[in-house]
């Protein structure tokens, strides 16, 4: 069931495979150094990329952009939904994760969370801290269907805290875990966190960029939340929290913004400083007034079950296409995007040839399809031995902006990896790296084929 229609469109351009096996090399085989204009169909990630609404465009011509004392439109908004009277607006989420961070982190401290996303991990390792993951084993086998294959190891939790409490300022819980695959935390697990925490006296933050999305999963696949409103469920799942960071580029479905909110006067109190050093004044922050209220607006429309349930049902469709063709991805489909296992498909590819680069790769020489690879390059090297880290998952993300491509853009996406997956026999060699920054280097490594 479809909650919306088109009412403005985007020319989008094909192009041959002479001309992309150009455009490729050029790019040192790494799709982020590719010109937009030279992809077919974007789906390298879902934030900031989705549709707005004609009520959202509606808003932005009533943004308020007075310096200080903007209208309170924005607060209100994130208030009613979370309960939180204390909200600090930033230009997008890492901004967050760095306002808030700058008060909350010292060196040597610890974090415990399901699968920190990079911003959040980089912010915390940036300050000499520890990102400690504690997601549940099973998200590690990609062919597990388990419906919150996201949450927390309460035993692992439990663990640490009794271990290192001293060191621990906060528990990171993220609603949906996008690192396990977009995949949802139950509410009897935020629940168990937010019991454990209490035990230990610690507070609970959420990293929300995709709450709406797990309250989704929530209301279709957790007992007793059938009849509740995705509102309801929502409230109920920041009952839970002590505050949140949220990239709004995600479930707010703006193209850019951001924002910090917590129960907590202290929290306010302490990070408030560093959002006008860095951001901007505190009823602005990083964000234009018009800006603010077109994710205010997006807040409410996102967190409204036919707007979520057209979204996840196309996922759940690419999902099943993949399946018709046996291509292996991170069982369920999650909410944004589809991971596939990428060692499953090019099994002659070793790795240290980065098969999920390969395969990124060879889905764009296929049909200008441009996905992104979350694995062995993502995961850098070892800060210590500099040796690779090949010991997590090498997967091709195909993220899936919200409200931007139809259902036959996902015909095509799906019979494009069928063409690969047919002659994954014949692809026996991948790639090797040329140059790479020493952090977070997939954004600018440059590869050549492997010899
Ligand atoms: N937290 C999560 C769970 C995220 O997925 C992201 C961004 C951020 C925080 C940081 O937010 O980009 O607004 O600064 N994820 C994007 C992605 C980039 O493609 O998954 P940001």
């Not at 454990?196 to 929300?208: N, T």
């Not at 200008?368 to 070892?382: N, Q, T």
């Not at 195909?398 to 799906?414: E, S």
Request: charge should be neutral.
């Amino acid at each position: 069931a479809e909650s919306w229609k088109i009412k403005m469109v985007e020319p989008i351009r094909k192009s041959t495979r002479e001309e992309r096996e150009q455009w490729i090399k050029e790019a040192h085989y790494n799709v982020f150094q590719l010109r937009a204009e030279h992809v077919y169909i974007d789906l390298l990630t879902d934030s900031g990329t989705g549709s707005m609404t004609d009520r959202q465009w509606a808003g932005m011509m009533l943004g308020d952009e007075s310096y200080a004392g903007a209208s309170s439109f924005f607060k209100n908004m994130i208030t009613r939904l979370t309960g939180f009277d204390y909200v600090i607006p930033t230009h997008q989420g890492r901004a967050a994760e760095n306002v808030l961070f700058s008060y909350l982190v010292k060196e040597g401290d610890i974090v415990p969370g399901n699968s920190h996303f990079d911003t959040t991990k980089g912010h915390i390792e940036g300050r000499k801290a520890i990102a400690w993951d504690v997601t549940i084993d099973e998200a590690k086998d990609t062919q597990l269907e388990v419906p919150f294959k996201g949450n927390l190891d309460p035993k692992k939790l439990e663990k640490v805290l009794a271990e290192h409490a001293d060191k621990i300022p906060f528990i990171i819980v993220t609603i949906t875990n996008n690192t396990a695959g977009g995949q949802p935390v139950s509410m009897k697990n935020i629940k168990e966190v937010r019991a454990i925490a209490d035990k230990y006296g610690k507070r609970v933050l959420f990293d929300s960029a995709r709450f709406a999305e797990n309250a989704y999963f929530i209301k279709t696949r957790e007992e007793g939340y059938q009849n509740k409103t995705i509102k309801e469920i929502v409230k109920e799942m920041f009952d839970n929290a002590d505050g949140m960071t949220m990239s709004a580029k995600k479930d707010a479905i703006v193209n850019m913004g951001g924002f910090i909110a917590t129960r907590h006067q202290d929290w306010f109190e302490g990070a408030k400083g560093f959002c006008v050093q860095y951001e901007g004044y505190l009823t602005y922050g990083g964000m234009n007034g018009r800006d603010m209220n077109a994710l205010a607006i997006g807040l409410d429309e996102n967190t409204e079950f036919d707007n979520l349930e057209t979204r996840i049902k196309q996922v759940e469709y690419l999902a099943k296409r993949l399946d018709e063709f046996g291509i292996p991805y991170q069982r369920p489909a999650g909410g944004h995007a589809l991971f596939v296992d990428a060692p499953k498909v090019l099994t002659r590819v070793p790795k240290e040839e980065f098969p999920a680069q390969t395969l990124t790769v060879e889905l764009y020489l296929e049909a200008g399809i441009r996905g992104c690879e979350i694995g062995y390059i993502l995961a850098d090297r070892d800060p210590v031995t500099r040796e690779n880290r090949f010991g997590g998952l090498d997967l091709l993300r195909l993220a899936i902006p919200r409200r931007v491509y139809t259902n036959n853009h996902m015909d095509v996406i799906a019979v494009a990896l069928k063409n690969v997956f047919d002659r994954r026999e014949q692809i026996t060699r991948g790639f090797q790296i040329t140059w790479e920054a020493p952090l977070m280097r997939h954004f600018t490594v440059q590869l050549e084929r492997a010899k």
